[in-house]
């Protein structure tokens, strides 16, 4: 029963990706290359682009603006969404009957992959690991790992020996099984993934042409860089030469990050048929001074900066990401480290559900 | 949605034809319900 349903929301989810393929006939020279990557729809585009008016007030500097990206419609959003409809149909071109990826336990982009892959008939199975050991039973308790759960994932929880050997065995098995794996790497961040930031890119540049904005900077929190590097691609490759993209580090220095940037972004020019210096090292901007302990751990600024945003605009940040990312940006414009700051863009990549595991960060 | 699944099974909406499901919303309410699922 559970197979046939699968088959028949697999050859449904094939058949858009073949009529998506067609429609790029229209496009514009430039976006030929990019438009053949074959993409499932998984959500409604584009994402809101608003004024974060009240905030902004209390900042009493350049405007800021967020892009929703939290709000999409895999089981409650956020910016893996957009990297699902490439590697999913990449997935689905490929035969495969199952998915499988891994990530921490509250992890946002294993719950909109099992949400995806229940959308387009697809078995998921996850390899998890525990990024904070003191809160086991808390991030095992709510939050991402329930909604997993509740959406027919096949979890695997990995100790002391890491998910990689989990994850072999598990791909190994369902070869044997027949049913030809396919493996998301952690966040989706590899080049067919920052395919889709590569598409918010173009966008974005949209939607600032038509709101009449300028950003000098938009900024994203940054964990595994897929978003960062194709946001920066897509920005580029479709014609905006001048926003910055800042990659607001949530659990590494700038060392680190920026050669996984710049990785990424190597895949993606091959990829999208540009040379590798298309995008130059010195358009790679990490800011790696609000990360706090370690990935997984709340920083006091970054849960102020959460309050916040709730305060003035009644939006959820989350405690993991996006908290850390608006600490980052709200320091900087106090301590006036922005040159020429003009409408600024905080990309929200969602992650709110993290917020219940959490919820002792913000009792009173 | 489990009254709408029940009435499909028993043949109640044997006549209709694409159905709607409005849905309103409340997952956040998942967390604190959460023994019901793990």
């Keep these: 029963m559970k197979q046939n349903r699968r088959e028949i929301l697999?050859?449904?989810?094939?058949?858009?990706?073949?009529?998506?393929?067609?429609?790029?006939?229209?496009?514009?020279?430039?976006?030929?290359?990019?438009?053949?990557?074959?993409?499932?729809?998984?959500?409604?585009?584009?994402?809101?682009?608003?004024?974060?008016?009240?905030?902004?007030?209390?900042?009493?500097?350049?405007?800021?603006?967020?892009?929703?990206?939290?709000?999409?419609?895999?089981?409650?959003?956020?910016?893996?969404?957009?990297?699902?409809?490439?590697?999913?149909?990449?997935?689905?071109?490929?035969?495969?009957?199952?998915v499988v990826t891994q990530g921490g336990l509250q992890s946002n982009h294993v719950r909109q992959t099992v949400s995806g892959a229940a959308k387009v008939g697809l078995e998921v199975h996850?390899?998890?690991?525990?990024?904070?050991?003191?809160?086991?039973?808390?991030?095992?308790?709510?939050?991402?790992?329930?909604?997993?759960?509740?959406?027919?994932?096949?979890?695997?929880?990995?100790?002391?020996?890491?998910?990689g050997p989990v994850v072999e065995k598990v791909l190994a098995d369902l070869t044997a099984a027949g049913k030809k794996p396919y493996n998301i790497p952690a966040g989706a961040s590899n080049a067919i993934g920052s395919m889709g930031y590569v598409n918010a890119g173009r966008e974005l540049i949209e939607q600032w042409k038509e709101q009449g904005i300028s950003p000098s900077h938009i900024f994203t929190a940054t964990g595994s860089c897929g978003t960062a590097a194709g946001l920066l691609?897509?920005?580029?490759?479709?014609?905006?030469?001048?926003?910055?993209?800042?990659?607001?580090?949530?659990?590494?220095?700038?060392?680190?990050?920026?050669?996984?940037?710049?990785?990424?972004?190597?895949?993606?020019?091959?990829?999208?048929?540009?040379?590798?210096?298309?995008?130059?090292?010195?358009?790679i901007h990490v800011e790696d001074g609000y990360y706090g302990k370690a990935y997984g751990y709340p920083t006091d600024a970054g849960i102020a900066a959460l309050r916040m945003v709730g305060e003035a605009e009644g939006i959820l940040l989350d405690p993991v990401y996006t908290s850390k990312g608006m600490s980052g940006v709200i320091d900087m414009l106090r301590k006036d480290k922005l040159v020429n700051p003009r409408d600024l863009v905080f990309l929200h990549t969602g992650g709110a559900p993290a917020i219940h595991p959490y919820a002792n960060y913000f009792k009173a | 949605m489990a009254g709408m699944i029940?009435?499909?099974?028993?043949?109640?909406?044997?006549?209709?034809?694409?159905?709607?499901?409005?849905?309103?919303?409340?997952?956040?309410?998942?967390?604190p319900y959460a023994e019901y699922f793990l």
Excluded: C, W
């Excluded at chain 1, 007030?57 to 405007?63: E, F, I, K, N, S």
């Excluded at chain 1, 020019?269 to 010195?282: I, R, T, Y």
């Excluded at chain 2, 028993?10 to 967390?31: E, N, Q, S, W, Y």
């Design chain 1, 126 to 163: 996850v390899i998890l690991s525990n990024p904070v050991p003191e809160m086991e039973a808390e991030l095992k308790g709510s939050g991402n790992y329930l909604m997993d759960q509740i959406m027919g994932a096949h979890i695997h929880l990995a100790g002391a020996e890491g998910r």
């Design chain 1, 10 to 98: 697999r050859t449904a989810a094939m058949a858009t990706i073949a009529s998506s393929a067609l429609s790029s006939v229209a496009k514009s020279q430039s976006a030929e290359k990019f438009d053949s990557i074959p993409r499932v729809k998984l959500t409604s585009l584009p994402t809101s682009l608003n004024k974060m008016a009240n905030l902004t007030t209390l900042m009493g500097g350049p405007d800021i603006y967020i892009k929703r990206d939290d709000v999409m419609e895999l089981a409650h959003g956020g910016n893996k969404t957009r990297k699902l409809e490439f590697a999913l149909a990449e997935a689905l071109m490929s035969g495969a009957k199952a």
């Design chain 2, 6 to 31: 029940d009435m499909i099974k028993k043949g109640d909406l044997d006549d209709a034809r694409d159905i709607v499901f409005l849905h309103t919303g409340g997952a956040p309410a998942l967390h």
């Design chain 1, 233 to 283: 691609m897509g920005l580029r490759y479709f014609g905006n030469k001048t926003t910055k993209v800042v990659a607001m580090s949530v659990s590494a220095s700038a060392d680190r990050l920026k050669p996984r940037i710049r990785q990424i972004l190597n895949e993606a020019s091959d990829m999208l048929g540009v040379s590798h210096d298309f995008v130059k090292d010195d358009d």
